[in-house]
């Protein structure tokens, strides 16, 4: 939707009365464009339509699609950045009713800008897979992922304990800003939900969307970047227990070890997490050998990262064993 309006706006076509911000939708003519995620289900098994798109299919489960598509009556249309086979490899792609087309930016160069081309082609040397996949369009591998100790859960009631902590994470027009919420469950296990992940938000926005997800002012403890003190502050003073991640030497690092201690368990509604940990993978250098720098979106994983492992810290410079305690 984001790009969507932003597109819109470039080629001076936007018009507000055309535009239902209650509904997302927006009028062409007689014909209406609704965006609407997947998280909710209702919109899962909600009235027909005659034309579907599902961006980034990839991300949501086989049964979620197979409810969309059976509401649309003339005809579904699947993207997706071929990370790893999935239900489409398996489902789909020998089917006679289905018609496959690959893609690539090579077949948009005249709208591709320099900056993404030019990483594209880093990644050709620094991330092999990385580029067979979004660069090529051909289907990579699982080589080299940083995180395989995560579940997709889909029992929401699992992640309703009163026992939890939030981490957040900044951003604006590039990036999003993300809100986690971590609660643990027995061995060792972390449960994650995502709660909003989204560009261009300022801080009252962030705040309203506290409010919305039920967060508690004054009790509710939320880590946040700390390279933003101004917005941790500015949030404060709304009334909502901000606190600064704790970082140190090697931050980023010691914060993938020690949430791969544990077993994470995330929500299927947590889409852009899902996508994020599909896709985090240790960089490899010129002789093809692993490096120890990550390489991949991580908005939400650094969100994860800020919140357990400030935790932890805590926990640990109060003598509690470092055992991870919610309170």
Known sequence: MYDFFKILDA?????????????????????????????DESKVRGPRRD????????????????????????????????????????????REDVGYIHSTYLDNLDFTPKKVIDELNRMKENDPNGYLVYALGKTGTLEGLIFNNWYIEQDNSLFNSEKKIYALDFGFTN??????????????????DELF??????????????????????????YADSSEPKSIQELYQRGWNVLPAVKGPDSILKGI?????????????????????????????????YTNRPVGVDHAIDCLRYGVTSL?????????????ILH
């Open 257 to 289: 070890d020690f949430l791969k201690q544990y077993k994470l368990f995330i929500s299927a509604r947590s889409l852009n997490l899902i996508k994020e940990l599909r896709g985090y993978q240790w960089m490899k250098d010129r002789d093809g050998k």
């Open 51 to 94: 034309f579907l798109f599902i961006n980034e299919c990839n991300n949501i489960p086989y049964e979620t699609f197979k409810q969309l598509n059976l509401r649309t009556l003339s005809t579904t249309f699947l993207d997706y950045n071929p990370v790893q086979e999935f239900w489409v490899h398996q489902y789909l792609l020998n």
């Open 11 to 39: 080629e001076n076509l936007y018009n507000r009365k055309d535009h239902n911000r209650t509904l997302h939708s927006y009028s062409v003519g007689t014909n209406t464009i609704q965006f609407f995620g997947v998280e």
């Open 197 to 222: 992940y989204e560009r261009g938000l300022t801080n009252p926005d962030i705040s309203t969307y506290f409010e919305q997800n039920n967060l508690k002012k004054h009790q509710d403890v939320i």
């Open 312 to 324: 932890n810290i805590l926990a640990s410079t109060f003598k509690v064993g470092g055992k991870l």
């Open 175 to 192: 990036d999003p800003s993300c809100l986690l919420s971590v609660s643990s469950g027995k061995d060792r296990s972390l449960y994650i």
